[in-house]
């Protein structure tokens, strides 16, 4: 009966009446639903983690990754349905910049706090380092064809441009799997060797881990269609544009899972697994969710979804790119790179609180 964060377990049939009592203010559904994601963040962290010390820090870390980003996933398809693109570009792009600088630099500082220096392997953030620049490059294209080309209405030339892109980049995550866990799994390997005397639990079996693991998953997917019901509503009680819900609010809850498991392990100084879960993710979203919203606008949302982006959204990309590279690409971390990157999201989100939605 000690204090736990499973307790906040309670939250998910609380979010689900509310969600469905009716007159109940959006924003009290909005943060019941956020609270519920913290224990489901938890499970997943401890069932990837387990699951990471039979496969490996790379396997670890994609599959966190994978798992972590299927609320966002989620989160993003039910919003097209609604017909809210705006809120779904945001998010992708909020969704890079919450792991690159948010999620990264709160681990590499509570990791900092603990151990006064840790090391990972620098090939390693090097390689996720030029990925994301080549991701951050493929969406300035089409954003930058709409504005010059296309600036009154889509045109049959982007749409074909916006299909090409999301296939190439498919393409090329598909080419970074079998990379990173055929050709090259030793690029991804851990720096030194890392022990299992830190207070660690006795393991899982496979399948209570894999169960676990397919169970949180659920769980967050079912909170984050919460959210997206209610966001719209929580915006305008509070204030808030739809690009300033998507790029923080929708893409830090959504991302609560890889976050939180990035921060645990980092705390027990498996930085390359901290390093892999964030910056995974933020390829993912690039590489492999943006397209599969692409393909999947021309399904279930009113009018497909073209990768044209405003200014603020490419250039704070750019930003949080060009700084996460310099930042973690030595190798080393401390609680102060940490300070730094956090420091960056924090100037980059207020930027976006006052920046009019009419003038990205």
């Not at 204090?3 to 203010?25: C, E, K, R, T």
């Not at 910049?97 to 590499?108: D, E, P, R, T």
Request: glycine fraction near 10%.
């Amino acid at each position: 009966m000690r204090p736990s964060v499973y307790w906040l377990f309670v939250f998910i049939p609380l979010a689900a009446i509310l969600d469905h009592a009716g007159n109940v203010p959006p924003p009290v559904i909005f943060f019941s639903a956020a609270l519920a994601i913290v224990p489901v963040a938890l499970l997943i962290v401890r069932s990837t983690e387990q699951i990471a010390k039979r496969t490996g820090d790379a396997v670890g870390g994609l599959l966190n990754a994978t798992f972590g980003n299927a609320p966002e996933l989620i989160i993003a398809l039910v919003a097209l349905k609604a017909g809210y693109a705006d809120m779904v570009r945001a998010s992708i792009i909020g969704a890079v910049l919450a792991n690159l600088l948010l999620a990264l630099g709160m681990a590499f500082f509570f990791g900092g706090l603990r151990y006064r220096d840790q090391k990972y392997n620098p090939a390693a953030a090097r390689i996720y380092s030029s990925m994301m620049l080549l991701a951050a490059a493929s969406l300035a294209v089409p954003s930058a064809f709409s504005r010059y080309f296309a600036p009154e209405g889509t045109i049959p030339q982007e749409q074909l441009l916006n299909l090409g892109i999301a296939g190439v980049l498919l393409l090329t995550y598909a080419l970074y799997l079998l990379f990173s866990l055929k050709t090259h799994p030793g690029a991804f390997a851990s720096e030194g060797d890392e022990e299992e005397s830190h207070g660690e639990s006795k393991r899982w079996s496979m399948p209570r881990a894999s169960l676990a693991l397919a169970g949180a998953s659920v769980l967050a997917a079912w909170m984050s269609e919460i959210l997206v019901g209610v966001a719209e509503g929580t915006g305008k009680a509070l204030g808030m544009s739809q690009i300033f819900i998507g790029i923080v609010f929708l893409a830090i809850i959504g991302g609560a899972a890889e976050s939180g498991s990035a921060i645990a392990v980092a705390r027990k100084d498996k930085m390359d697994l901290s390093v892999g879960i964030t910056l995974g993710s933020s390829i993912q979203m690039t590489l492999f969710v943006a397209p599969v919203l692409v393909f999947s606008s021309y399904l279930i949302a009113p009018q497909p979804l073209e990768l044209s982006f405003g200014r603020a959204e490419v250039g704070s990309l750019f930003i949080g790119v060009f700084i996460g590279t310099i930042v973690c690409g030595d190798g080393h971390s401390n609680w102060f790179k940490g300070v730094q990157l956090v420091t960056v999201y924090i100037i980059v989100a207020t930027m976006f609180y006052f920046l009019p939605e009419l003038h990205q």
